[in-house]
């Protein structure tokens, strides 16, 4: 028996209903817990929704619908998108955005095993196969191109129409609605993933990756000395400032961390909410607003620290430094250590094995003058949050040991959370340890920063990655924890007892790159002491703390798109500071 063959609006009007109904049940989820879903007439406004985005999907349908191999892979495609959304969305509360699609292209195979679970499958099997059996077997009559050309342009018009029919009956609820509720617009499956698909497919044209622009052209470092500094810069992974017991989270965290009686800025803010936005942001010299909007790409910290001469290492146990040490020394953890490792992931502490060996291999005439090693964690990274911490760090039981984070209570979820974050205490105790062993050869210290935070179910929000502007400080707030050797201090004329009473003061990922420069003593014209987080805990030649000498605006040339600040206008002036006084004398020194 031969199957009736049927137009192609036919498939594409019920495939679309399909997407813009049972693929938006987080939507209309979130919608019944504003209370938009309480009245007949917030009933009218989630169907004219739904009506909109099937009127928009049959309009895009329409335009592949010439053949059965240009529109069923097309539906298939969308159906993809809108299952694996719609899952993860519903599990984890999480949005489909820019920096979400950047996030997911950029996952490597150990983070995708992680998030693989039967309810995933079950999902995706229900949600994408189901329909896809159906769009396969679908018997779709083709006809002349010609006819065909009317039919889909009927189909947009039409599709075109009806949309803006039910955008103009609910403006005035629907405006009001986007407006108050800005993460309804995320949650519109697959509308959210095609525009930021193509948002960022299209950013070669908008920025231009092809142009690097060098940063910091004039960098110098101090010369060399008996005992260097040695900076240590741990940058952590999902760790959220909240859990940390120093920052006054009543269970105990962080113990080892406040034996040696570090500092901790409890009011540390994220350039982004994960690591693809964040990381390059941290460790560049143009900000969070800027570096947004930057039109190419810009050298980073770590070119500026190695052109000043010092020594710069990264080591990476993660799933990759997102090309921030393309120009630089660095190694991974992988291939790993059966010992430490399990499954392709490795424990923080392979990033101390073999160290002394690598600090050796790096030149020595950049060495006597000073070195930056980077360490990349795998930290608090999520949802496993289980396999990030080793028995003897598990002190919160019993913690979820699984992936899917909705099978396990709030208190599972955040007992393992807590135990990673007790793991990376004990990781901090340790490069602390190995810095001090280091001494005298070197003056050392330690930096860590988070890349960004975590939901741990607050308001049932897991996972991190919401838009910056509707995200929660949990996803925001991050650790920033600095030790000092007395060594170190007293090459930097810093004072503890100062930095101990700053530690309310806000920072954030823009006051990163300063600081570290500030830290290392390196002179360029890029860096802006305004940022400097310890300067106003320094104490230079001139004997008065928190004093710097000023900066000659005319002879600070700052990449394009980096604006002069109003510091360096009040303190323009003199040039000693940054281009002046003996060649390669530390800004920071105690007369």
């Given at each position: 028996m031969t199957k009736k063959s049927a137009p192609a609006l036919w498939l594409t009007l019920p495939a679309s209903l399909w997407?813009?109904?049972?693929?938006?049940?987080?939507?209309?989820?979130?919608?019944?817990?504003?209370?938009?879903?309480d009245t007949p007439a917030d009933w009218a406004l989630a169907g004219g929704l739904a009506a909109t985005m099937a009127g928009l999907l049959t309009g895009i349908l329409s335009l592949f619908a010439w053949r059965r191999w240009t529109l069923k892979p097309v539906i298939g495609v969308l159906l993809a998108m809108s299952a694996s959304a719609a899952y993860f969305m519903w599990t984890y509360h999480v949005v489909v955005d820019a920096d979400m699609v950047v996030n997911v292209l950029q996952t490597d195979p150990q983070e995708v095993r992680a998030l693989l679970n039967v309810r995933m499958i079950g999902a995706l099997l229900g949600l994408f196969a189901l329909p896809l059996a159906v769009v396969s077997w679908f018997p779709l009559r083709e006809t002349t191109v010609v006819r065909q050309?009317?039919?889909?342009?009927?189909?947009?018009l039409?599709?075109?129409?009806?949309?803006?029919?039910?955008?103009v009956a609910t403006y005035q609820p629907l405006a009001s609605t986007m407006r108050n509720h800005k993460q309804l617009r995320y949650l519109m499956n697959p509308l959210s993933s095609v525009w930021a698909l193509g948002y960022v497919a299209a950013k070669p044209w908008i920025r231009d990756n092809s142009l690097l622009e060098a940063v910091g052209t004039d960098a110098v470092a101090p010369p060399a000395t008996a005992s260097p500094p040695l900076l240590v810069l741990v940058v952590g992974e999902t760790a959220r400032a909240a859990n940390f017991g120093l920052n006054g989270?009543?269970?105990?965290?962080?113990p080892l961390l406040e034996r040696e009686q570090v500092i901790s800025f409890a009011d540390a803010s994220?350039?982004?909410?994960?690591?693809?936005?964040?990381?390059?942001?941290?460790?560049?010299?143009?900000?969070?607003?800027?570096?947004?909007?930057?039109?190419?790409?810009?050298?980073?910290?770590?070119d500026v620290l190695q052109r000043a001469g010092l020594a710069v290492l990264w080591l990476d146990n993660q799933s990759g430094c997102k090309g921030l040490c393309d120009r630089v020394p660095h190694a991974s953890t992988r291939p790993a250590d059966a010992g430490l490792c399990a499954q392709g992931e490795c424990l923080d502490e392979l990033l101390l094995k073999d160290l002394e060996a690598r600090l050796a291999a790096l030149p020595p005439e950049r060495r006597a003058r000073g070195t930056v090693i980077v360490m990349h964690q795998m930290?608090?990274?999520?949802?496993?949050?289980?396999?990030?911490?080793?028995?003897?760090?598990?002190?919160?039981?019993?913690?979820?040991?699984?992936?899917?984070?909705?099978?396990?209570?709030?208190?599972?979820?955040?007992?393992?959370?807590?135990?990673?974050?007790?793991?990376?205490?004990?990781?901090?105790?340790?490069?602390i340890r190995w810095l001090k062993e280091r001494e005298p050869s070197f003056s050392p210290a330690m930096l860590y920063v988070s890349d960004h935070?975590?939901?741990?179910?607050?308001?049932?929000?897991?996972?991190?990655?919401?838009?910056?502007?509707?995200?929660?400080?949990?996803?925001?707030?991050?650790?920033?924890?600095?030790?000092?050797?007395?060594?170190?201090?007293?090459?930097?004329g810093l004072s503890l007892q100062c930095l101990r009473t700053r530690r309310e003061?806000?920072?954030?990922?823009?006051?990163?790159?300063?600081?570290?420069?500030?830290?290392?003593?390196?002179?360029?014209?890029v860096y802006a002491p305004d940022k400097d987080a310890y300067l106003p805990c320094a104490t230079p030649a001139d004997g008065a703390p928190g004093s710097l000498l000023p900066l000659n605006e005319a002879r600070v040339h700052r990449p394009r798109g980096l604006a002069v600040t109003d510091a360096d206008r009040l303190l323009a002036g003199r040039s000693d500071a940054v281009h002046g006084g003996p060649a390669g004398a530390a800004r920071y020194s105690r007369a």
């Open positions: 997407m813009a109904t049972v693929a938006n049940l987080p939507l209309w989820r979130e919608l019944d817990a504003l209370h938009l879903l050309a009317g039919r889909n342009v009927l189909a947009v039409v599709s075109a129409a009806a949309v803006a029919a039910v955008v989270y009543s269970r105990p965290t962080t994220a350039c982004g909410t994960s690591t693809a936005a964040s990381l390059p942001c941290m460790f560049s010299p143009l900000g969070r607003t800027a570096f947004d909007k930057r039109p190419h790409n810009y050298e980073n910290l770590l930290g608090s990274h999520g949802p496993a949050y289980y396999k990030r911490s080793p028995p003897a760090a598990k002190r919160f039981l019993p913690e979820c040991t699984s992936n899917n984070l909705q099978e396990c209570s709030r208190e599972q979820v955040t007992n393992a959370y807590d135990n990673s974050i007790v793991y990376t205490d004990l990781f901090l105790a340790s490069v935070g975590e939901s741990l179910g607050e308001n049932n929000l897991y996972l991190h990655g919401l838009p910056y502007a509707i995200a929660p400080d949990v996803q925001k707030k991050v650790p920033w924890v600095t030790w000092i050797s007395p060594a170190f201090a007293g090459r930097t003061v806000a920072v954030s990922h823009d006051n990163y790159f300063h600081s570290v420069l500030g830290l290392m003593g390196v002179r360029t014209s």
